[in-house]
């Protein structure tokens, strides 16, 4: 599955934390861009040829408003639009229209992603009984923008509650989930229709990409994130690690959401050394208790 976005996909998943982070916003990303609103901390912008998706739009800021509450956080962020054929002049990677943020910024496509296209492409490969589960939640013909427009906007803006403060983590692997936790709990609270089609497609996802990838451990994606992993590979990872999102919210909700953002940043690189597996485990165990540190080392 979508083995012809692997040149282009794994451009997306460099060592973004390179970029440095001079202001919040940074707002080096605005040049050129046009300014269409500044209200309530979230300025948009658009690129001359972009368009305001304002159901993502929404989306996003419903999901802000969410995050400063359960954070007690209220930064400003800047949403920026940029059409398919302006992206490489303005956003921090390709392909072009998948979400991506850094420094206070979102940039996202006014158009269909590249990677949606080719991923609708690909899942009509799939045997009749998966497409059909994905067809009753992203139509017929698939319309995967819910996912990789939608969902991975809300996972982008969750990154930006740790960015914020750290953004060093002691596991990359902490980092991703936190985000993907972050909108999960945020779209069973307020979007259960996408919440289930997320997890519907998480679960075709992984069964479909499993034949094709070659590493399965957490220290394999450690050790070979993001580039070494390749696209395919790394949104396997991502599967696995909603899955665990998944319990975690069933038993922590909000409450663990906001722990593990406390632990990202008091454990953060720029404020202690590395531990090994077994220091981080005692310092789960002590910040988040037996129970949740358990849930969250679990592994198969």
Partial sequence: MHKSLLPSLLLIFRFFLAFSQNSWPDSSKHQGLN???EAENIAVFNSPKAEVDQHTLGLLENAKDYFDQIFQMNFSVSILFVSNSEWNDYAYFPPPGMPQAWAGNIFLG?????????AEQQLQNLPAEQLKKLQSHFGDPLDMDLFYRNNVAVHELGHLYHFYEASK???RWLQ????????????IKSHPKMAKATAAYAEVGSEAHFPFIKHTSLEKFEELYLPGLGAQNYEWFQFQLFKKAVRLQEKFGEK??????????????????????????????EQLGTEMTELLLSWE
């Fill in 35 to 37: 300014l269409v609103s």
């Fill in 110 to 118: 006014s158009e269909k992603s590249i990677v949606a296209i080719q």
């Fill in 169 to 171: 983590p002691q596991r």
């Fill in 176 to 187: 991703e989930l936190f985000a993907t936790y972050a909108a999960r709990n945020f779209l």
């Fill in 256 to 285: 663990g959401l906001i722990d593990l953002r406390e632990f990202l940043i008091q454990t953060d690189l720029t404020k202690i050394e590395k531990m090994d597996d077994g220091q981080l485990q005692n310092q789960l165990e």
